[in-house]
């Protein structure tokens, strides 16, 4: 594809914007006269690559929500980053103008895989390719690990206690034969 750009007479430099990255481009120059043209001057120069983002990862996994988190590029950071996520069932939601490298999700459903893009934008408008990953929020019922373990140490604890209560019922019974109902009561002395 061939664009051509006309600058004034007294105009030295020129910047080229909407370029693609990683692309050599050739630059040919001519000067417009009156009634002829100048030999024409060409170079071939090359857009820079931009520097990949980190890949992501995944932390504080609930049945409603999870961070993403990624890392930023050592000799290029970017001006703000744009994250997308999905899932099957909806659409996506954007969200741009994100400053740090870690960000919050939630009011997702439960036990749902999602997908999530993360894109590093430079100079405002410049962008990186986008970087993937995806993510299951945990079952309702589990809702965070902590709170399943509780209740179910919690259980565990009932029946102990319970199981304790009974010995110790049958353990002052056997100690004071009086108390204990005469179908219970074995008595030895015969």
């Keep these: 594809m061939t664009s051509t750009v006309n600058a004034g007479a007294d105009e030295t430099a020129l910047s080229l914007e909407n370029l693609d990255t990683a692309t ?23 857009t820079l690559a931009l520097p990949p983002i980190g890949p992501l990862s995944f932390t504080e996994i609930s049945d409603t929500s999870f961070v993403v988190n ?15 996520y999905w899932n099957q069932e909806s659409d996506a939601v954007n969200l741009d103008g994100i400053k740090k490298t870690d960000v919050l999700i939630d009011g997702l459903d439960p036990a749902t895989e999602y997908n999530v893009s ?7 408008t410049v962008e ?10 945990r079952n309702a019922i589990e809702g965070t690990c902590s709170c399943y373990t ?11 206690i319970s199981q304790l209560v009974k010995q110790i019922e049958y ?8 108390l204990v109902p005469e179908t219970l009561n074995h ?4």
């Design 118 to 124: 993360v894109v590093a934008v430079y100079f405002e």
């Design 24 to 46: 050599e481009y050739t630059i040919s120059v001519s000067a417009q006269y009156s009634e002829s043209e100048s030999e024409i001057s060409q170079r071939n120069a090359s």
């Design 171 to 178: 353990l002052t019974h056997r100690i004071q034969p009086q």
């Design 150 to 160: 509780y209740l179910k140490s919690q259980e565990r604890l009932e029946k102990t």
């Design 70 to 84: 990624w890392q930023v590029p050592n000799n290029l950071p970017p001006s703000s980053y744009e994250l997308t």
């Design 128 to 137: 990186s390719a986008p970087i993937h990953g995806n993510e299951t929020t």
């Design 187 to 190: 008595d030895t002395r015969t």
